[in-house]
């Protein structure tokens, strides 16, 4: 893997990709305190190139690797490794929602009941979507859909990288999805990347383990990819129940009819405390660079 450092006047980014297009050299870099992503042209800044060791020491006060270090300090956990409640301080919930394969439309529902509730609050209304390659290449017109929520401010979207394949199999789960044998993660993480920009999605700097299972070897393999694991404490069709800074997980593909009328009952109960701002959708980036600025 490449690493940059690309320093345009007081502005100092870090690049972890690079590619061409159209004869052109671009660069998917991270501003490291404010965690936001984007895709500029190489020929916009000064780069020199770095070692993910050296990125790890020269940027280790922001928020960014700040971020890093307490994703990797559960991974040793099978499940639910990473960044799992965001702003426990904060009165309200970082919503996130996985679009893991799957032949069943997308629940357009949860994100109008999002932009709906919210409208008079904050708009546009933050959430996150971990989205699968194998998810993007059946629901061309779903995705043009939440890509037009965007566009008309209605929403506000952290793209999660979901990996590419997302298999599942009937193995203990130390042998399922990512860590299944034969898995290879360039594929997962690359090519959805590489998906991801082509369908016009920026992706942001987090990862969602399929299943929300790992392992510490497979947590630090994203990891160098300059990636922070998303889990979640509220993964709602399990029962958990979402409590303040929580990152809830509902499923959006059609495949979890429980975690979104869950979800749905939670907007529901919560509708007075909404309309007075006790309690809101937080976004995962500026979540994270307040906890740890």
Known sequence: MEYFVANKGTEKLIGIRSFAN??????????????DSKVDLASNYVISKTSWTQILTEFKTSPYIKSLTAAAAKDFQI???????????????????????????????????????????????????????????KHQDDLNWLKSLVNKKDLDITWINHSYNHEVNNLPLAENFLLAPGTNLDTEVLENEKLMLKN?????????????????????????????????????????????????LIHGNGNEELGVKDFLELLKT???????????LFDLRKGLQKVYE
Request: hydrophobic residues 40%.
């Open 22 to 35: 159209d004869g052109q050299r671009y660069l998917l870099l991270i501003n490291p305190q404010t965690l």
């Open 79 to 137: 499940q639910d490794a990473g960044i799992d409640n965001a702003i426990p301080e904060e009165q309200g919930i970082t919503l996130t929602i996985d679009l893991c394969p799957s032949h069943k439309p997308l629940e357009r529902i949860i994100f109008q009941s999002v932009f709906d509730e919210f409208k008079k609050i904050v708009q546009p209304a933050p959430l996150a979507i971990s989205v699968s390659g194998k998810w993007m290449l």
């Open 200 to 248: 016009g999605l920026t992706p942001s700097i987090f990862f969602r383990f399929p299943g929300l299972v790992s392992d510490r070897s497979i947590v630090q393999k994203i990891e160098a990819y300059g990636l922070i694991p998303i889990g979640s404490d509220a993964w709602l069709a399990k029962g958990q129940q979402a409590n303040n800074g929580s990152i809830v």
């Open 270 to 280: 919560k509708k007075e405390e909404v309309i007075s701002k006790q309690w809101l």
